[in-house]
């Protein structure tokens, strides 16, 4: 299952895609009261136990209303996190991208039309690929993060590096048949920003956005530096905290590379919603859906509230930003450790904004006989089923491994059922140990031991 081979690997890479969050239901019109007090009871039973580092701001028209940091910016030191710690940003690198290509686009310098061609003509049907389908994830270019990324994401790469890898790679489709995520899209769009201004990705964020709106802590990321205000990124691994590699923030370009705050990403939503980034219609035009995409820009349901942003994940960095129009409501997330799923947490934050009801949610550990655990070892598959789930004991905990993927540590919820919250995975036994359903991401796949 891709979900599982993506999620459950050790570095997750310019992860994105937009929250899945509930059905719709009648509207909140009367003024909303933050409860406070019930937020910080769920960060700090997260935090507490280990499900959860970073940031998280809430605001309201702009201001402030939840301003916390939970967990620690440098773990081996014991730095703890501060409300105004820098994270790497990941995917939401994108939104400063779009916002850039448009500003372009108003000074008459490209259009959406404008033809890949004319800028790297060496790329699979260039000719026939458009800055919107780059922008909209209609191009087809292939996502250069699923090929053999790790083996080179630590050390600088150079644009003609990169550029040689999406010309060798094939097409996923016909530009403009569908839509698919790709992270290529976006590392194009940031060097045809340098084209056709004549300067760097880093100078253009600085003169075109930041200094523009006032943003002092948001900036194109380098070496990480616990003395700059930064943060190490961290997964959770045999039971601790443990430090991830860092990509080199040469590679991910206009697809990734931004280091920010959760008050600055505020300020930066906010203000592309009020119009000091792009013109009204420049931002109705990133904000337009075809087939899941904006451009730039995914839409985040909640309820019968729609919002705008995006999402994003590099190393051990995770983050989120939407901004709901309707209430003027800004929801700003960074992490730089997760053992929980992301979308569970932002429904948490978000139902206790909105009074939704809501149990946040207990991580007491259930005891399970061994002699029980012993039952469930062993290897399931389901027929046309891609892979196979090894499951096993280690160190006195259950574990399971999907085919070709790191193992991954099991919590007992109950005799027969177990999980594993940084992914999202539920594993379901059968007493007698001969089935398992493996329940994610709303797929409930059962499984047969083999014999």
């Known amino acids: 299952m891709k979900s599982l081979n993506r999620i459950t690997r050790k570095c997750s890479r310019l992860a994105a895609g937009s929250l899945l969050i509930f059905l719709a239901t009648n509207s909140v019109k009367a003024q909303i009261v933050l409860d406070e007090a019930r937020l910080d009871s769920l960060m700090n039973v997260l935090a507490s136990n280990n499900k959860f580092m970073g940031c998280v701001t809430l605001a309201k028209a702009g201001m402030p209303i939840y301003n916390k940091a939970f967990g620690y910016a440098d773990v081996e030191n014991k730095k703890p996190a501060e409300a105004n710690t820098r994270y790497r940003i990941g995917s939401i690198s994108k939104m400063f991208t779009t916002a850039m290509i448009f500003q372009l686009i108003e000074e008459h310098k490209l259009t959406g039309a404008t033809k890949l061609s004319k800028y790297y003509p060496q790329i699979p049907n260039a000719a026939k690929i458009s800055i919107d389908q780059l922008l909209s994830h209609h191009s087809g270019i292939h996502n250069f993060t699923d090929s053999f990324y790790t083996t080179y994401y630590t050390r600088p790469q150079t644009h003609d590096y990169i550029i040689s890898l999406l010309k060798k790679s094939k097409p996923e489709f016909a530009p403009g048949e569908k839509a698919e995520y790709s992270n290529s899209n976006f590392v194009l ?18 003169s075109r956005i930041c200094n523009k709106i006032g943003l002092k802590n948001t900036y194109y990321g380098g070496k990480i530096s616990i003395d700059k205000g930064e943060c190490y990124s961290y997964g959770f691994y045999n039971n601790s905290w443990q430090k991830e590699e860092e990509t080199d923030m040469s590679i991910p370009g206009g697809a990734g590379s931004i280091v920010s705050t959760t008050n600055d990403l505020n300020t930066f939503i906010n203000s592309l919603f009020k119009y000091k980034i792009v013109s009204k219609k420049s931002l109705e035009a990133m904000t337009k859906m075809q087939d899941g995409f904006g451009k730039g820009i995914f ?153």
């Open 189 to 206: 769009l940031g060097y045809i920003i340098e084209k056709i201004t004549g300067k760097d990705y880093a100078k253009n964020l600085q």
């Open 299 to 451: 839409q985040t349901p909640f309820y019968s509230k729609i919002g705008y942003g995006h999402t994003g994940g590099i190393d051990g960095f995770s983050s989120a930003l939407s901004y709901f129009p309707e209430d003027s409501l800004t929801v700003a997330f960074c992490a730089n450790g997760m053992n929980y799923t992301m979308n569970d947490i932002l429904i948490g934050i978000l139902s206790i904004y909105y009074h939704k009801h809501y149990q946040i949610p207990s991580f007491k550990a259930v005891a399970v006989n061994p002699e029980l655990l012993k039952k469930y070892e062993g290897s399931y598959a389901k027929e046309g089923f891609p892979l196979k789930l090894m499951v096993k004991i280690e160190n006195g905990q259950l574990t399971a491994q999907a085919t070709g993927q790191s193992a991954f540590p099991l919590d007992a919820v109950s005799d027969t059922e177990f999980k594993f919250d940084a992914a999202g995975i539920t594993l379901v036994f059968l007493a007698d140990g001969s089935q398992l359903t493996l329940k994610q991401a709303g797929q409930n796949i059962p499984m047969l031991k083999e014999k």
